[in-house]
């Protein structure tokens, strides 16, 4: 009986142009397809917040990601390569939640060598210092760029991430 061969591997993490290390397509990744899970330790938003407390208020650099009013995922604890897709003002994915789980899909048809990105919709806080703009700075160099990875304080509420929930029978 003959083997199968692995498939090929589908992105690869290495530099990036955008920020520290980013994630790459290997080869074309068509629109729709779901391209990685985000993992990492699952906590509460207390414990999150807890780790980070003593966090420089001047380092933007997180791997956490909110799922729910319950659950964050600290990738920074058991992650995989989801945690370095960068941020982006005009993506080429999006992170979609189902069932508590989230997935990073591609938005449109990724070319072999372009970087993965989606939108971090960061929310801003009370307490964020005068100068959040600038720790959570945008280089995507889009045309659209906001300049920020930061929701715009302007705009509404971002919107809601693609949810989508399975119906167990």
């Given at each position: 009986?003959?083997?199968?061969a692995?498939?090929?591997?589908?992105?690869?993490?290495?530099?990036?142009?955008?920020?520290g290390?980013?994630?790459?397509?290997?080869?074309?990744?068509?629109?729709?397809?779901?391209?990685?899970?985000?993992?990492?330790?699952?906590?509460?938003?207390?414990?999150?917040?807890?780790?980070?407390?003593?966090?420089?208020?001047?380092?933007?650099?997180?791997?956490?990601?909110?799922?729910?009013?319950?659950?964050?995922?600290?990738?920074?604890?058991?992650?995989?390569?989801?945690?370095f897709?960068?941020?982006?003002?005009?993506?080429?994915?999006?992170?979609?939640?189902e069932?508590?789980?989230?997935?990073?899909?591609?938005?449109?048809?990724?070319?072999?060598?372009?970087e993965?990105?989606y939108?971090y919709?960061?929310?801003?806080?009370?307490?964020?210092?005068?100068?959040?703009d600038?720790v959570?700075?945008?280089?995507?160099?889009?045309?659209g760029?906001?300049?920020?990875?930061l929701?715009?304080?302007?705009?509404?509420?971002?919107?809601?991430?693609r949810?989508?929930?399975?119906?167990?029978?």
């Amino acid at each position: 009986m003959a083997e199968r061969a692995a498939p090929s591997p589908l992105i690869e993490v290495r530099e990036s142009p955008l920020h520290g290390k980013g994630v790459f397509a290997l080869r074309s990744i068509p629109r729709g397809r779901r391209v990685i899970e985000y993992l990492g330790e699952r906590v509460s938003h207390r414990e999150a917040d807890r780790r980070y407390d003593d966090k420089d208020a001047n380092d933007n650099h997180t791997f956490l990601f909110i799922v729910d009013g319950r659950t964050v995922i600290d990738a920074g604890v058991d992650g995989n390569d989801a945690r370095f897709v960068n941020h982006a003002c005009e993506p080429n994915c999006e992170s979609v939640i189902e069932d508590r789980r989230v997935f990073i899909e591609a938005l449109r048809t990724i070319k072999p060598g372009e970087e993965l990105t989606y939108d971090y919709q960061i929310q801003r806080e009370d307490d964020d210092p005068p100068d959040v703009d600038e720790v959570f700075a945008c280089r995507c160099g889009f045309a659209g760029c906001r300049g920020s990875m930061l929701w715009p304080e302007w705009a509404a509420a971002p919107p809601k991430r693609r949810a989508r929930s399975k119906k167990v029978k």
